[in-house]
């Protein structure tokens, strides 16, 4: 009996383990054996079909994003400019 919850754990896993697995796949970090046990969870957990599809949608909006940062010192000038108007805001 004992061998057979063994086979089970090799091959069931978690949701908590599947949304991990799911995360490692987006970075290009899951094994193969990862990635068998999650489509195997996927074949019948409504919930983790849910993450990972969510997932999925935010990987592909990060990618395709035309999101522009500052500059180290543009963000530098933003912040010295809000510490000047929070002092002056503080003194009133």
Do not use: P
């Amino acid at each position: 009996m004992e061998e057979i919850s063994k086979r089970k754990s090799l091959l069931f896993i978690s949701c908590e383990e599947a949304f991990h697995i799911c995360d490692k796949k987006q970075y290009g970090e899951a094994s193969f054996w990862e990635m068998l046990k999650l489509n195997l969870r996927l074949i019948w957990c409504n919930m983790t079909k849910s993450y990972v599809k969510k997932n999925n949608q935010l990987t592909t909006t990060i990618k395709t994003s035309r999101v522009e940062c500052l500059h180290k010192s543009e963000r530098e000038v933003l912040v010295e400019r809000f510490n000047e108007h929070l002092k002056n805001e503080m003194q009133s």
